[in-house]
Every structure is written in C-alpha cells, then in structure tokens.
C-alpha cells in the first residue's frame, strides 16, 4: 500500500474563492472546503470574522471586501485560537481584536506550538509564512455575550460563547435580525470535523444543542459551502453531531473492549468513510481526532499540545 501524504502536505492546488452576500452588508468568503472568513457592515465600520493564516493571504481577502465596502475595520472577531484562522490579523489594521477569554489563554499556553503544527499540516494555506509577525494577541474577551451596536438601524451583532467543542474558546457570531450565524468550526457543512483539540462529549450535546437554538436560516461553518434555509442548517448541525457520535461510539467500544488506537481508528475510520470520505480533509484530521478523542476517553480531560513532532508520530502510528 502506499503510504498516505502527511496531513495536507500534497494538497498543493489553490482552491476557488466565492465573495457571497448573505444580505445588505453582510459577506461570508468560501473556498472548496478552505477555512471561511467573514464580514459584517457597520453604519461606518466593519467587523470581520475570522484572519486566515497569514497577512499575505488575508489581504487578498481584503482586496476582494473593498470591492463592495471602503469602511475601516473597527473590530476582528477570532472564533478561536488556531494558526491558520488568527495569524492573518496584523493585515486587518483592526482597532479591537476579540476573543473568548479562553482562546487569549491558550494562545499564551499553546499558540507557537499550534503555529509550528498546523503550518507543517497545511503548507498551502501559509502563504508567504514569512509575514508573520508574531502571535495574534486578543485585546478584548468576554467569558459568555458580547453585543456589538451596528449602528443606525442594522440592529446588533451578538458574539456568544456556546460551551467546549471544536476548542475551548469557540465563539459564534449571530445577526439576529437577519437570522444569520457565523458559526466557526463549531459545525462544518460538508467538510470533515478536525476534533483534535475538541471535547467530543459537551460539543455532541450540550453546545450543538446551543447552536441550535439560534434558529438561524443561514450558517457559514467554519469550512464547507453557506447553509442557505432552516433545513439546510439543520443538516448542517445533524452532520457535525453524527460524526462526532459515530466517533465516540466506536472509539469507545474499542476502549471498552481493551484494544488498541491503531484499532480504534480502524473502526472510526470504517464507520465513517463512506459518508464523509469524500469531504475535504477527512484523510487528514482522522488520526488527530481519534487520538484526542483516545485520550479524552481516557480521563484526559484536556488536550494533549500538538507539537511538529507529535503531528508526525501519530500519523505514521495510525494513517499509513
């Protein structure tokens, strides 16, 4: 057999990027399965949603947002602390970057550490790495609701803290007026979950259950196309928590029954394939999420630190 690329190292082939207006001053930029981005008007400022990985690739975003607005960035919403989301920042000029309170401590914790891993995993999506200029700090967190004043009569943004999922600091953002959710990594619509850093218990029930709640009848997920309409929301959160189900089921049966993680994530790997295999980057975070997933089964109840290294040894212990 041939041994599997790591991660997303071959995955060299630039994707197509698509500028969508949800509503008046209101974007979201998808890109075949490439981490979204976002922005909403203020009456005379903007407030972004989300930095991609490098300044250099966050401006090409930009370019694209100036053609329908000229407002200055006033805030950058970080959905949560993850390289190729945040490291873009410094290209935002924004005036307040926001965060959950516990998205600024794992960047001090874990963010170098994070940076090294997920630019080893994702070459492609570090363009011109080198522009960096270091991590992206919060300078405003909140531990449940932040409300921002649009201004005029656009009515409010809500950036709200659902409970641990995809980390523990995912934030979400709700336009309630125009019944639109920028929901991060918190769902993904037709794209595979990466659970490596997730708590796969609370995001399966108790923080999709919040999610839901919204009613949204638009989502932008953190990868994967705009869920359009109430129904396709709800698939688009029914998906996110069927595989994350079908993940603890059969990693727990392996567990119980005394196996091994090479076992388990045979098992996963089987009983997920033929629905989501075809998604972008199912080969890629499997290991990763079964090994977390491992672990927290385990009693491990926090994340294990990616490091280059250990991104390495997992891989070549599971995905060969």
């Known amino acids: 057999m041939t041994k599997k690329a790591f991660a997303s190292s071959a995955d060299l082939a630039e994707k197509a990027q698509t500028l969508e207006v949800l509503a008046d001053?209101?974007?979201?930029?998808?890109?075949?399965?490439?981490?979204?981005?976002?922005?909403?008007?203020?009456?005379?400022?903007?407030?972004?949603?989300?930095?991609?990985?490098?300044?250099?690739?966050?401006?090409?975003?930009?370019?694209?947002?100036?053609?329908?607005?000229?407002?200055?960035?006033?805030?950058?919403?970080?959905?949560?602390?993850?390289?190729?989301?945040?490291?873009?920042?410094?290209?935002?000029?924004?005036?307040?970057?926001?965060?959950?309170?516990?998205?600024?401590?794992?960047?001090?914790?874990?963010?170098?550490?994070?940076?090294a891993s997920?630019?080893?995993?994702?070459?492609?999506?570090?363009?011109?790495?080198?522009?960096?200029?270091?991590?992206?700090w919060p300078t405003l967190t909140f531990s449940d609701r932040l409300t921002i004043d649009l201004g005029g009569d656009r009515g409010d943004l809500v950036l709200q803290y659902c409970g641990r999922g995809h980390t523990e600091g995912d934030l979400v953002a709700w336009l309630p007026r125009q019944k639109i959710l920028y929901a991060g990594d918190l769902v993904e619509a037709e794209a595979a979950l990466y659970t490596g850093d997730a708590f796969h218990r609370d995001w399966s029930t108790s923080t999709l259950d919040r999610v839901a709640e919204f009613g949204a009848e638009t989502l932008i997920g953190g990868r994967?196309?705009?869920?359009?309409?109430?129904?396709?929301?709800?698939?688009?959160i029914a998906?996110?928590?069927?595989?994350?189900?079908?993940?603890?089921?059969?990693?727990?049966?392996?567990?119980?029954?005394?196996?091994t993680l090479k076992q388990a994530f045979e098992r996963t790997h089987a009983a997920l394939v033929d629905q989501y295999g075809h998604w972008p980057i199912f080969e890629h975070c499997l290991p990763f999420d079964v090994s977390r997933l491992w672990d927290e089964l385990g009693g491990i109840e926090r994340p294990v630190v990616w490091t280059a290294e250990r991104d390495r040894e997992v891989w070549d212990q599971l995905q060969d």
């Not at 994967?224 to 688009?236: F, H, I, K, L, M």
């Not at 079908?246 to 196996?259: C, H, K, Q, Y």
């Open 118 to 136: 997920e630019f080893g995993r994702m070459p492609r999506l570090a363009k011109n790495a080198e522009s960096v200029p270091g991590l992206t």
């Open 239 to 259: 998906q996110t928590r069927h595989f994350l189900t079908t993940m603890l089921r059969e990693v727990g049966a392996v567990r119980d029954a005394g196996g």
């Open 25 to 115: 001053g209101v974007y979201a930029l998808t890109a075949e399965g490439d981490p979204n981005i976002g922005a909403i008007e203020g009456e005379d400022f903007l407030v972004c949603f989300e930095a991609l990985a490098t300044p250099v690739a966050a401006r090409e975003w930009l370019a694209k947002l100036r053609e329908h607005t000229g407002k200055p960035v006033r805030y950058l919403v970080l959905s949560h602390y993850h390289a190729v989301r945040v490291l873009g920042a410094s290209a935002f000029d924004a005036e307040v970057i926001v965060a959950h309170e516990n998205t600024r401590a794992l960047v001090a914790e874990r963010g170098k550490e994070d940076w």
């Open 224 to 236: 994967g196309g705009v869920s359009r309409g109430a129904d396709a929301v709800d698939a688009a």
